[in-house]
């Protein structure tokens, strides 16, 4: 069924584009389907950021191992060295160039986050709030704090709870993905009709960058440092893992990767089951290069394309907030779209972009998931070698 939506959403996708190029009248007559999916995902934003946070802190928390704090450690600076190369490329490419969005379509103006309203555009004004206009980094360290305080508590009972909720949600989520194609449709159509045929050529620009990004953050974050510590030679390192890579790209999910993933890491790598058997499956929970080139890439793009400034402070609240929304990541077909929207969510950068991201999110997938696994293998050889 995942395969199937996938296919049907980008056909929707490019439907959508002809349908608003070609009948722009009847354009107004099918949004409504678009901005009640935009709707629906705001609504859901926040529950399931809170829950998957939290029971991933209280989780991480418990486990004492000397070798599971190292792996986060890891991980999170191959993250973080992903997030400042995908950065720097796509300053220089500038993707989103002679670009721009319909005005119309803004739901708020920027925010200002070099002055106190800093603290007006995080916390929420009412309960009513929190779920209608999510301030998403709120949420994230609320999430973040409960989690770490109860996990000095024997609570494991109230986290069954909610990661029962949790999993509610995210079936909720994959309910939601159903209705993908007829979203994508309305919000791609409402676009094309506002901006014409150079949409074409963006998204085009879109995907090209992401997957450039990916191949250089590949190199520089993973081969080379594979060769560095662990003297495994780039050429080596690529035979060893190549059959992992046509998996990535097929199925597109770390989950179902996985059993292969452990496989080459003994079998063709020669890692201790005791590193592997911690690592590999704690990485493709928390560890997501791909992940980090997606959120500084939709960041970035949408930003500069609404005209919208990225100081520094604003930078760094873009490298935290998606880390920790990243490693709380639903493992759902088009997870990748909800958290998008979670994370322009916290900028009050406008929301429109998302059917054309929904569109195009399979040929994203394909790459940031291979991305991932790639990493999660590397992170294994260099913790590995270090024992």
Same mark, same amino acid.
């Given at each position: 069924?995942?395969?199937?939506?996938?296919?049907?959403?980008?056909?929707?996708?490019?439907?959508?584009?002809?349908?608003?190029?070609?009948?722009?009248?009847?354009?107004?007559?099918?949004?409504?389907?678009?901005?009640?999916?935009?709707?629906?995902?705001?609504?859901? &934003?926040?529950?399931?950021?809170?829950?998957?946070?939290?029971?991933?802190?209280?989780?991480?928390?418990?486990?004492?191992?000397?070798?599971?704090?190292?792996?986060?450690?890891?991980?999170?600076?191959?993250?973080?060295?992903?997030?400042?190369?995908?950065?720097?490329?796509?300053?220089?490419?500038?993707?989103?160039?002679?670009?721009?969005?319909?005005?119309?379509?803004?739901?708020?103006?920027?925010?200002?986050?070099?002055?106190?309203?800093?603290?007006?555009?995080?916390?929420?004004?009412?309960?009513?709030?929190?779920?209608?206009?999510?301030?998403?980094?709120?949420?994230?360290? =609320?999430?973040?704090? $409960?989690?770490?305080? /109860?996990?000095?508590?024997?609570?494991?009972?109230?986290?069954?709870?909610?990661?029962?909720?949790?999993?509610?949600?995210?079936?909720?989520?994959?309910? @939601?993905?159903?209705?993908?194609?007829?979203?994508?449709?309305?919000?791609?159509?409402?676009?094309?009709?506002?901006?014409?045929?150079?949409?074409?050529?963006?998204?085009?620009?879109?995907?090209?960058?992401?997957?450039?990004?990916?191949?250089?953050?590949?190199?520089? =974050?993973?081969?080379?440092?594979?060769?560095?510590?662990?003297? &495994?030679?780039?050429?080596?390192?690529?035979?060893?893992?190549?059959?992992?890579?046509? /998996?990535?790209?097929?199925?597109?999910?770390?989950?179902?990767?996985?059993?292969?993933?452990?496989?080459?890491?003994?079998?063709?790598?020669? &890692?201790?089951?005791?590193?592997?058997?911690?690592?590999?499956?704690?990485?493709?929970?928390?560890?997501?290069?791909?992940?980090?080139?997606?959120?500084?890439?939709?960041?970035?793009?949408?930003?500069?394309?609404?005209?919208?400034?990225?100081?520094?402070?604003?930078?760094?609240? /873009?490298?935290?907030?998606?880390?920790? @929304?990243?490693?709380?990541?639903?493992?759902?077909?088009?997870?990748?779209?909800?958290?998008?929207?979670?994370?322009?969510?916290?900028?009050?950068?406008?929301?429109?972009?998302?059917? $054309?991201?929904?569109?195009?999110?399979?040929?994203?997938? /394909?790459?940031?998931?291979?991305?991932?696994?790639?990493?999660?293998?590397?992170?294994?050889?260099?913790?590995?070698?270090?024992?």
């Amino acid at each position: 069924m995942k395969k199937k939506i996938s296919i049907i959403t980008m056909i929707a996708l490019g439907l959508g584009i002809v349908f608003g190029l070609m009948f722009k009248d009847a354009v107004p007559y099918i949004k409504f389907a678009g901005d009640w999916y935009v709707k629906l995902l705001k609504v859901t &934003i926040t529950p399931v950021i809170f829950t998957s946070i939290a029971s991933t802190i209280y989780a991480t928390s418990k486990k004492k191992d000397r070798m599971v704090l190292k792996s986060v450690a890891l991980f999170t600076v191959m993250f973080i060295v992903t997030f400042l190369i995908t950065s720097l490329l796509v300053w220089l490419i500038d993707p989103s160039k002679g670009f721009v969005f319909d005005e119309t379509a803004w739901e708020k103006s920027a925010l200002d986050f070099t002055s106190v309203n800093v603290l007006d555009s995080i916390l929420p004004k009412s309960l009513k709030d929190i779920f209608v206009n999510p301030k998403v980094f709120f949420v994230i360290v =609320v999430a973040w704090v $409960f989690g770490k305080l /109860m996990s000095f508590f024997n609570v494991d009972k109230l986290f069954d709870g909610i990661n029962k909720v949790k999993t509610f949600l995210y079936k909720i989520l994959e309910y @939601i993905t159903y209705v993908t194609p007829i979203a994508v449709f309305s919000l791609i159509a409402n676009t094309a009709a506002n901006n014409g045929s150079i949409l074409l050529g963006v998204g085009l620009r879109y995907i090209a960058t992401a997957w450039f990004c990916s191949v250089v953050a590949m190199i520089l =974050v993973m081969i080379i440092p594979g060769a560095y510590f662990a003297k &495994i030679k780039p050429l080596e390192y690529i035979k060893k893992v190549n059959r992992i890579w046509l /998996m990535t790209i097929t199925t597109r999910s770390s989950a179902a990767t996985l059993p292969y993933t452990v496989k080459t890491c003994k079998d063709e790598f020669g &890692i201790k089951d005791s590193t592997t058997d911690i690592v590999v499956p704690l990485g493709c929970t928390i560890h997501m290069c791909g992940g980090a080139v997606s959120f500084a890439l939709l960041g970035l793009f949408t930003a500069k394309m609404y005209g919208i400034e990225v100081t520094f402070v604003n930078y760094i609240l /873009m490298i935290v907030s998606s880390l920790l @929304i990243n490693m709380a990541a639903p493992g759902i077909p088009g997870g990748g779209v909800v958290i998008g929207a979670s994370y322009l969510q916290i900028f009050s950068i406008p929301l429109s972009f998302i059917g $054309f991201y929904s569109g195009i999110y399979t040929l994203l997938d /394909m790459i940031y998931t291979t991305l991932n696994v790639t990493g999660d293998i590397t992170a294994n050889i260099i913790l590995d070698r270090e024992k």
